[in-house]
Every structure is written in C-alpha cells, then in structure tokens.
C-alpha cells in the first residue's frame, strides 16, 4: 500500500485499518481522528472482498486479498495472482492467502473454490446446444452462441424495419 502508506496499515488477519492522523476544521481548530477498522464489502461474483480507501478525495477500491498479499506474503518472480486455500475467497488472513502462478489459481479454485462452468446444456430460451444448433464466432471461437435464437433476433429485426 505505498500509495497510501501513512494513511493505513494492513494486518496479517485480513483486516485494514485507517491510522489515528490530525485534521484542521474549518474553523482552523485542530483535531484527532481515530484509527478505525474499514467495512469490508463483495466486489464480484466470485466472493472476494473490497474495501473503499481515500487518499486526498480520490477513492481507490482495491481488492482485500490482493492488499493483504502484498504487504505480507512473500512473492516470487511469475506468480501474479493471489491464491486462497481451503477457508474460501472472504477469509484473507495470511494463513490463506499466497501467490501463485494462473495454472495454480486454476487449480486451487477447483480444489477449494466453485470449479468454473462448463459448457451450457441449452440457452436461455430453452434450446438444446448441440452442435447443429452453435454458431462459433470467427474472432472469438471459444464462444457458443444459439443458431434458433439468433434467427430469431434477425426475423424481428427484419420485421421491424420493414413495418417502418
């Protein structure tokens, strides 16, 4: 946290804390300002916690895990992301926390975490996705997208822009 060192300290149990600091009022009047232990927050799908810091009235909302890795947990050369063990993504005490390479990642959010999806059985429409019925984008050939629905979005597109 060196862009906002001084103005917050991070423990080994997940936590982050403002520093006690003195603030002029408006009045010119000086006062102290206690430390207190910012409100965590989800910040995805996934279950990873955010928290909201401020540093000159420019926010800043980075993930916990990712905050707690850097200032505590030892990192090697190619490992860029955060890993948690068995206790899940909310818990980000060191004990949890390590980094890791993507392969890794991968690995332990199927060992510990949700396993990722595979691919979906029918559309949201209720078509089955067989592979007569997938169209594979050109540039993105790793996506399915429905053939029965997209006939049907051009039929009405159609049907739109010749009642008009």
Partial sequence: MSEFAGLYEVSNRGRIRSTPRVITRSNGVPMTVRGTVLAQHPGGKHGHLKVTLIKNGVQATPWVHRVVAVEWCERQPGQDYVLHGPAGPTINDIGNLRWG??????????????????????????????????????????????????RKRVRDFRAIKSAS
Avoid: L
Avoid at 106 to 113: L, P, Q, T, V
Avoid at 115 to 121: A, C, Q, S, V
């Fill in 101 to 150: 390479t993507a392969i890794e990642n991968s690995a332990d959010r199927k060992e510990f975490g949700v396993p990722y999806p595979g691919p979906r059985e029918t559309c949201a429409a209720g078509h089955e996705m067989t592979e007569d019925n997938v169209y594979r984008p050109p540039k993105r050939p790793n996506d399915r997208h429905c053939k029965a629905c997209q």
